[in-house]
């Protein structure tokens, strides 16, 4: 799977990435309080970032982007699911709670706490072998999904490494530990009478199924925030970021 922003900047020039730089609040290395340096920076990142920067080619962070998203069966459900034209709203209103960075000369780790109201997830699916209140599903539609009340844990794990011109960051995994007070399912297809039936059981337990597909989710989130940060890190040299 891949993010169209995952290759937006290579044709970035020098001077190109020095204007793109100057969009955002810098915290230097040796800063003993970079910590809440970075948690001010990242807020205002987002902010900038939300609507994307055409000036630069990067695009809108309203929707991130997905192409196709696969789901193997795994217990306790046993389905097969595939996502494709995923896009995931509003993770650029996210609050930075808490920030954590270490940085080496070969090492890069970043651990953020962040909270968001409200998140949201649509995209056109395709379900196999797939029973909701003793209807089959499988087949073809369009899945919209919510999480209110999300509170996630998200690690940046990298290495610093040199390339052409200087040093960069390229984060290798990224963890999500997330969680939500509230999970809203809707499906739509051509079939209306099931799609009510599916919903309206999908309203009543999405709740109770939460815990059992929740880390689906924190898989292709963490994908969307590995592709992101890599879209920025993968052509700003280090010493730029961090001086």
């Known amino acids: 799977c891949a993010l169209p922003i995952s290759a937006v ?14 969009k955002f609040e810098v915290c230097k290395r040796a800063d ?3 910590n809440n340096c970075l948690k001010s920076a990242m807020q205002k990142a987002l902010v900038t970032l939300k ?18 998203w696969d789901i193997e069966p795994s217990p306790p459900l046993h389905l097969t699911k595939r996502y494709e034209n995923v896009e995931m709203y509003d993770h650029a209103a996210t ?17 953020i706490k962040g909270y968001n109201p409200k998140i949201k997830f649509v995209s056109d699916y395709e379900f196999v072998d797939t029973l909701f209140a003793n209807v089959d599903v499988s087949g073809l539609g369009k899945a919209f999904y919510e999480h209110e009340g999300y509170s996630a844990f998200i690690t940046f794990n990298g290495k610093i490494e040199p390339k052409d ?42 709740d109770t199924l939460f815990p ?20 920025i890190f993968s052509v700003i040299p280090v010493d730029k970021l961090f001086p």
């Open 9 to 22: 900047l290579l044709s970035c020039t020098v001077f190109c990435c020095a204007d793109f730089i100057d």
């Open 165 to 206: 011109n200087g040093n960069y960051i390229t984060i290798t995994d990224v963890q999500v530990s997330m969680n939500a007070t509230h999970f809203l399912m809707n499906y739509k297809t051509d079939d209306a009478e099931r799609d009510n039936v599916v919903n309206e059981f999908a309203h009543h337990n999405a």
């Open 95 to 111: 609050e930075i709670q808490d920030v954590n960075c270490k940085i080496t000369d070969k090492d890069f780790l970043l651990e």
């Open 51 to 68: 609507n994307g920067l055409p000036e630069f080619n990067f695009p809108s962070m309203e929707p991130i982007k997905i192409l196709v």
């Open 32 to 34: 003993p309080d970079i």
């Open 212 to 231: 059992l597909v929740k880390r689906d989710y924190e898989i292709i989130y963490a994908e969307a925030y590995l592709e992101l940060a890599n879209a």
